[in-house]
């Protein structure tokens, strides 16, 4: 039996379980359909997070183009939410001629100089999946990121890996942030905040969630966010230790402030801007966008892709107030038959 089968559930920084869209087979004009991403293009409104309140997409696009930093969320297998993340660099790297990247959770920071190939033109995408240790290290398809890279390099995005290396997190999930040696935290955020109170009460409430039956909800269970230690036994016959939940906290702690300090480094102090790609639990207020702002780079503006499943959904998002904007998609209708219509 394994230690730990699951220390904090996918909604810290990932999202529940979604078949990739498959285009309908119509024959020889077949190869024309769109794939992948781009089938699951939606249409979509934008709302106030905080208010609700309806916002022009002229509104919308002028304040992502006016932003430093545009932190936009995702579930990680939800193919919609990286549609809508392609229509924000699309749109981004579109206007005016100007120096900006695209920064990624996926990616961690040792293997920065991947990036800087790809970008390039050095190598492909196949050397960059496997030079980056994309399937065991993010394990995510690459088909629904790659869409989104391919085209911020074809633009003229710099490619920025934000994310701690996972050897440190999984240290200090098992040993605690004292663990580390000095070249060990240098790998890691300079500056971490621990007590901040809204995030803490954000992270409280996941916890708690994770002993909740979902009785209201299909979604799948979540997916461990945080590595598991290793099932082999110690030396002396005992099972590894399960981690405390200030260490689990403090990893979700770690990843938020590597990748706001990556971000906010790159950026620096004037004249560049960024597009950051998280998880829906790294992009809200109190996690990567208020930990940008706090390195001294303004205005950071959230935007958390979210399908309108006429369940409260959107509502519920609406009343958590945590993120600047909702890209809110909807699902075309379900076709009716005649036996829908006669009910028999």
Known sequence: MRALLVLVPAALGCGGHYASPKPKHGG????????????????YAIVDGRT??????????DAVGAARVVCVGEDHSNPHHHWAQLEVVDHVSAGPPRTWALGMEMVQRPFQAVLDDFAAGRIDAAALRSRTGWEDRWGYDFAMYEPVISL???????????NAARELTKKVVR????????EERAGLATDVVLDDVDHRAWFDAIMSGMGEAHGHSETPAPEPAVPEPPATEDVHGAMP????????????????????????????????SMVVLAGNGHCHDSAIVRRVARRGV????????????????????????????????????????????SGS
């Open 28 to 43: 020889a004009d077949d190869d024309a359909l769109p794939r992948g991403v781009m089938a699951a293009a939606l249409p």
């Open 52 to 61: 609700g309140a309806a916002v022009t997409d002229a509104a919308f696009w």
């Open 152 to 162: 911020a390099a074809k633009r003229g995005g710099a490619l920025v890996a934000l």
């Open 175 to 182: 040993q605690g942030l004292e663990a580390l040696t000095a």
């Open 241 to 272: 230790e399960m981690p405390s939940a200030e260490r689990v906290y403090t990893v979700q702690v770690l990843w938020d402030e590597t990748m706001a300090e990556s971000a906010a480094r790159w950026v620096g102090a004037a004249g560049k």
């Open 298 to 341: 303004t205005p950071v503006v959230s935007v958390r892709p979210i399908i309108d499943d006429d369940e409260g959904s959107v509502a519920a998002a609406i009343l958590e107030a945590s993120n600047d904007y909702l890209f809110v998609m909807t699902m075309p209708p379900t076709p009716t038959t005649p036996d829908d219509v």
